[in-house]
């Protein structure tokens, strides 16, 4: 078993968590769920933000397959690099 | 099946495409970050509009109306919700009443209510049903229970309806001029039974616009409040009879007010912004830099790129397919379950986009930014599980027929 890169697996799986628990309590307020003096539309943005935070949750999962197939990439591509 | 567009559906289009590139893209991002509610709105681009023809599209020829096919709503629809999601839904809700006028009012009051809307190009339609207590669940169970569903009040007096209650979050609500309300009028019998539809003017005494709502996303789109105190409307005013105010059934016959039109011109708006956000994905991921190479030349973005174009273009089959069964009146669930699925792709694909973003500048990001709010608003009008278990009802009607 190689080293896991727990913290980057958490990190993707929490905002990927995170988001789909927000719309789905959204869509429970029905309408309310959209209102900017109500918090559900603002969970969502916050939710969104963590799936986008540091490289992004796609650019995230690239970064766990590489270190689980031990591979060093050359150049630095993703965005935060 | 040949879906090639006559020259007139072709030209409605074009109309459209070059209404929502010089006209409405110029706009809308400034609109959409109007703090307040009241600032979302623009008087200019519906009276543009509306000189095009885009408020009137729905209402037949012989009333001065544009007279088009369902084609050509849902064409126009996308082209505009490609400019503006909200914009587009402001311009079709009055399609939407539009089908209900031709289909269930009478002659004369369509000779009242259809010249004055197709005259004046300020003039826009809604129609209330949902309440604070009230709105989906007129659709789920317990459907004959009478104390179940809308709780607006009309009695009659003479020659005139007493409306005392409220309705929430009704579109155009702020900015119509003429409204279908639903209202009880036996309050021991089950919704279907003890409903009446009337026209309600905007200048009604004893009706008026309460809070106009801020929503995160369709901030064009005005809903709002209103609030009946003993407002008078004339009997003149009930559509078809009363205590029938259901319009969609099959006993009244082919009516095309309600779903028929409405599950369509969500999958189409929704059409129209998907082709937005492919379009902005492909250019940002064809122009950006990243690591010193364009961001398209990574395989991570191209699987993005391929994904949002495969659902849009899956869309879009199904929302011209449902257009062209309408237009032939063949009438089946699947118009609800393109509205359905409109939403699983909406939200996917506007996510993706802002995916592509992810990189980029707050600034550039904020157009991506804007797309996925407006996706988000599908959730709660064409793809929550109420709407999904009304569709799941109609197949197992069509089932049942069969």
């Known amino acids: 078993m190689p080293d896991l890169p727990l913290t980057t697996i958490a990190k993707v799986f929490t905002a990927e968590t995170i988001y789909r628990a927000a719309k789905d309590s959204a869509e429970c307020f029905g309408a309310m769920g959209v209102m900017r003096d109500m918090p559900l539309q603002k969970y969502i943005h916050d939710a969104m933000i963590c799936l986008h935070t540091g ?17 060093r990439r050359g150049p630095s591509m993703l965005a935060a690099e | 099946m040949d879906f090639s567009l ?36 623009d008087w200019d681009i519906i009276e543009r509009g509306s000189k095009l023809g885009f408020r009137t599209l729905a209402v037949p020829k012989e009333y001065g109306g544009e007279g ?19 914009i587009s839904k402001t311009f079709s809700q009055n ?59 009309a009695e009659r007096q003479g020659d005139e ?25 036996d309050a021991n019998a089950p919704l279907r ?8 003017e905007r200048d009604t005494p004893g009706f008026r616009i309460g809070k106009v709502f801020n929503k995160s996303g369709w901030r064009f789109y005005r809903n709002g409040e209103m609030i009946f105190e003993n407002a008078r409307v004339p009997h003149a005013n009930v559509v078809g009879h009363v205590n029938n105010s259901d319009m969609k059934t099959a006993a009244a016959g082919d009516r095309t007010g309600g779903d028929l039109f409405g599950d369509l011109e969500l999958a189409a708006n929704a059409l129209g912004v998907c082709d ?31 994904k949002m174009n ?17 237009d032939h009146k063949v009438h089946s669930a699947n118009a609800g379950l393109a509205m359905n699925y409109s939403t699983d792709v909406i939200q996917e694909v506007t996510e993706l986009n802002l995916d592509i973003h992810g990189g980029a500048g707050a600034k550039v990001a904020r157009h991506a930014e804007k797309l996925v709010r407006d996706a988000f608003i599908w959730s709660h009008l064409a793809g929550d599980t109420v709407q999904r278990l009304k569709v799941a009802a109609r197949l197992a009607r069509v089932a049942a027929q069969h």
Request: hydrophobic share 40%; charged share 25%.
């Open chain 2, 95 to 153: 399609w939407k009443w539009s089908h209900l006028i031709s289909a269930a009012c009478n002659a004369e009051q369509k000779e009242r209510f259809l010249r004055p809307f197709v005259a004046d190009h300020r003039f826009l339609l809604g129609k209330g049903i949902t309440e604070p207590t009230a709105g989906s669940d007129n659709r789920m169970p317990p459907k004959d229970a009478p104390k179940a569903g809308l709780k607006l009040r």
């Open chain 2, 6 to 41: 006559s020259n007139e559906q072709r030209s409605w289009q074009m109309t459209a495409r070059k209404f929502a590139n010089e006209e409405i893209k110029p706009i809308t991002l400034d609109l959409d970050e109007a703090p307040d509610a009241h600032g979302t709105f």
């Open chain 2, 68 to 86: 088009t096919d369902y084609v050509t709503q849902a064409l126009v629809m996308a082209e505009l919700a490609r400019g503006d999601s909200a």
């Open chain 1, 55 to 71: 490289d992004g949750n796609s650019d995230d999962k690239l970064r766990i397959a590489e270190t689980l197939a031990n591979h």
């Open chain 2, 161 to 185: 309806w007493i409306l005392n209650g409220e309705k929430c979050f009704i579109a155009n609500a702020p900015v119509g001029k003429l409204f279908f309300i639903d209202a009880r009028t």
């Open chain 2, 310 to 326: 495969m659902l849009t273009e899956a869309l879009r089959s199904m929302v011209m397919r449902v257009a062209w069964e309408h």
């Open chain 2, 276 to 306: 937005d956000a492919c379009e902005q994905a492909m250019k940002h991921a064809r122009t950006a830099k990243q690591g010193g190479q364009v961001l398209f030349e990574q395989q991570n973005a191209q699987l993005k790129i391929n």
């Open chain 2, 193 to 200: 039974q003890g409903t009446t539809m009337f026209l309600v």
